[in-house]
């Protein structure tokens, strides 16, 4: 065989298996991109529970947020038994206000149609709404991740503020126990 010959065979054999592997390739192609896009368009049903985000302000301004570490939420987030407990006495509307996220996949009624939660149902915890955060930044709910960025610049504004307020009440104290120690003995301040 000429090498002419062994050239064109080659050829003819590779465009063969080119012809083969490319409608090949966009069939596995296409599929591979259509189903993340299936799957990302079902993830997009998890909406924002705005019912809760009020209540969570709400919560704060009371002064129901506990202001704990990051990674406290595992210890402090409720068990199924609490809440099948809070369902029972309260009712599925009072367990939805306790999370940011409602999944529109899920009948109304149901433990599942409610994502995200960020309270013990007594308290919001800052823990809560960290998880919340990661969580929405993780699966791609850039709305309940913003939602739960704000409730925390809430949480950690009204702790500044406390901070703050204690700081002064403490420098008045100290002043007054220093003008207190100043101060001749007999003589009074009006």
Known sequence: MDKAHSCRLWNTDWQCVFRRLIPATLVAGSILISCP??????????????????????????GRAVVDKKNSWRDHHPMAEAENE??????????????????????????ARYKFPFGDFKNLHRCGLLAVKSRAHQFGYAVIEKAAIRLIEIVNSKEENQSRRAR??????RRNTDLQSVRPAGVTLR
């Not at 998890?46 to 019912?51: D, G, I, P, Y």
Request: net charge negative.
């Open 37 to 62: 896009a299936l799957s990302f368009a079902q993830s997009r049903t998890v909406k924002l529970n705005e019912n809760a985000f009020a209540f969570a302000k709400e919560l704060i301004t009371q």
């Open 86 to 111: 809070f369902i029972r006495v309260h009712g599925f509307a009072e367990y939805g206000k306790w999370h940011l996220g409602i999944d529109e996949t899920h009948a109304e009624g149901t433990k």
């Open 168 to 173: 002064k009440e403490d420098n008045w104290a």
